[in-house]
């Protein structure tokens, strides 16, 4: 067998393997194929972006037949007006709906303005007078202008109804490095208010607060977890900020030290409550960090043990709590790129007055 | 103005199919047509799937010409819609990350046995690396042409291909195709 090394044969067996004689194109076909892509192609163009002139016009030609509807109720004396319903089936017109992909900054006709990341894609309703999109993938900003009626963000995985307001949407499609598939919504708010919801339930959200929608499961925000202690979300949230900064000395200062130093030291049996590896694992450590001092020189070591070199977005996906509430594990998403994740199911325990991280 | 590796201006093309010239729309077709493939293949290891993700991204395009502000990326702009295509048929149909195809059966056993092996690794690589390999070996694109549909420079394609050949190798290695 002739070895790897040899460029050549790798050379020869990646075109043995992928190359492919028999991809032609055939543009006459696909023109027969796709007669709405082609009429939409060559169509007569307004003269600019057509799409949003048409909607303008439209929406235009609708404030004028509801100032004609208000006219007439006044004249003949109806006192109480329902406000039109801009959404309803009468303002409703034929419009282009367009997808659109990152990196770029649009200007919905409301001026509402998304911004796309390189790896986002979002695709426009297409109907006059509906505001919102369809989020499609990736991340994107939103600024929504306020006081102009309903304004919907469609996603995999959930709605989200802004309520005036800007926030920050991911839409997360991955693999987790067990293979597992990782699907959810990533909702951050950054002012006013939006309503998060699918068919497992609904959430709202204000500003400074964020939550997630994982397929098939209702939206969650730990911060809004009413069965959890105070001070257990401080210290999630700690965990999720110094991943996000890099800050591996952050990260340590979740765990108790003085606990840990003492178990290195033998002063205090191992625990599996509080120290999240086992029982070998806490020997190990003792017999590794045998020379240390303090539990000053102990934080240093262990933050330089922890791999957080650069900022590290984690997802909590799910918080549970014991039944005597001394215990909670969490089932989080790291991610490593677009499309790589890691899941991981730290811990923290309640022990020396206060909650404690145990595991990573 | 914009000359392609190819002498061809595509500037001009793009503009003339944006203002509904279907020729020009045509000309870009035949253009970028097997790149497309290409890439939706790296991403779903099927090549029919793969051939009818490029003509919906080729279907995208002509609907939403309008969302393309640098005419000089067509390619690139192209390469962004037929990655969300192939995602929304992975997510739409449920199915697992790329299955590839099996590779032609015409060879001699041990032949048919590093092949195989080969699929593998080649499948195993990270995508953007997957899709360099595939781009380079499916229809033998150049340098140009591939740098156009990924948006990376010549340079960085030589060079990356370089380090996924590399990684293969050492996959292969691995598996007890090395010396």
Same mark, same amino acid.
């Given at each position: 067998?002739? #070895? ?81 319903? /801009? ?11 367009? /997808?659109?992909?990152? #990196? ?78 990782? $699907? ?84 205090? $049996? ?22 240390? $001092?303090?539990? $000053? ?46 899941? /991981? ?16 | ?7 061809? &201006? ?18 870009? @077709?035949?253009? @970028? ?7 939706? @293949? ?41 990655? &969300? ?10 199915? +697992?990350?790329?299955? +590839?195809?099996? +590779? ?32 380079? @070996? ?42």
């Amino acid at each position: 067998m002739q #070895p790897v090394n040899d460029d050549k044969w790798l050379d020869e067996a990646l075109e043995g393997v992928l190359h492919s004689n028999d991809t032609r194109p055939d543009f006459q076909t696909w023109v027969a194929r796709h007669p709405e892509a082609v009429e939409m192609l060559t169509a007569p163009k307004v003269r600019g972006r057509s799409v949003v002139k048409t909607i303008r016009i439209n929406a235009w030609f609708g404030k004028l037949a509801v100032a004609a509807v208000i006219a007439i109720v006044a004249v003949i004396g109806i006192t109480q007006l329902t406000p039109p319903d /801009t959404s309803g089936p009468g303002d409703v017109q034929a419009a282009k709906a367009e /997808t659109l992909t990152g #990196p770029l900054t649009h200007t919905l006709d409301d001026g509402s303005v998304v911004t796309l990341a390189a790896d986002a894609s979002i695709r426009t309703y297409g109907e006059v007078g509906k505001r919102g999109f369809e989020h499609i993938m990736g991340t994107i900003d939103v600024a929504v202008v306020k006081g102009q009626g309903e304004f919907i963000v469609t996603t995999p995985y959930g709605d989200v109804k802004a309520l005036g307001t800007k926030f920050k949407l991911e839409v997360v499609d991955g693999t987790a490095d067990s293979g597992e598939k990782v $699907e959810l919504l990533s909702v951050e708010v950054t002012e006013g208010k939006v309503e998060v919801s699918n068919a497992k339930g609904q959430q709202y959200l204000e500003a400074a607060q964020d939550g997630i929608v994982a397929k098939d499961a209702a939206p969650y925000d730990f911060n809004q977890d009413e069965a959890l202690p105070e001070r257990l979300k401080e210290r999630i949230q700690a965990m999720v900020d110094a991943f996000a900064a890099g800050d591996a000395a952050a990260w340590a200062a979740n765990f108790n030290i003085n606990y840990v130093y003492r178990l290195v030291k033998g002063q205090v $049996e191992y625990d599996p409550l509080l120290f999240g590896g086992s029982q070998e694992d806490a020997e190990r450590l003792g017999e590794t960090l045998k020379d240390i $001092e303090s539990s $000053e020189q102990l934080a240093e070591v262990f933050a330089s043990s922890v791999n957080i070199t650069k900022p590290i977005r984690i997802y909590v996906r799910s918080v549970e709590l014991s039944a005597d509430g001394n215990h909670a594990r969490a089932q989080c998403i790291q991610r490593k790129g677009p499309r790589r994740m890691t899941i /991981t199911n730290p811990q923290w325990h309640h022990f020396d007055n206060d909650w404690w991280q145990i595991d990573d | 103005m914009e000359i392609g590796s190819d002498g061809i &201006n595509e500037v001009a093309l793009v503009e003339a199919a944006q203002n509904g010239c279907l020729d020009s729309f045509g000309a870009l @077709y035949q253009r @970028y047509h097997n790149p497309i493939v290409a890439l939706a @293949y790296a991403q779903l290891g099927d090549k029919h799937a793969a051939e009818d993700a490029a003509h919906e991204a080729f279907a995208v395009a002509c609907r939403d010409f309008s969302a393309l502000r640098d005419k000089a990326k067509f390619g690139a702009w192209l390469g962004g819609i037929c990655r &969300n295509v192939t995602w929304q048929m992975i997510r739409t149909r449920n199915r +697992p990350l790329p299955v +590839p195809d099996q +590779p032609r059966n015409d060879g001699r056993p041990e032949e048919r046995e590093r092949w195989e092996a080969v699929r593998r690794a080649v499948w195993k690589l990270e995508p953007p690396e997957r899709e360099l390999i595939v781009m380079r @070996y499916f229809n033998g694109f150049s340098q140009a042409r591939i740098s156009e549909v990924l948006d990376i420079t010549p340079a960085a394609v030589n060079g990356r291909l370089l380090r996924a050949k590399r990684k293969l190798a050492e996959q292969l290695k691995r598996g007890g195709f090395g010396s």
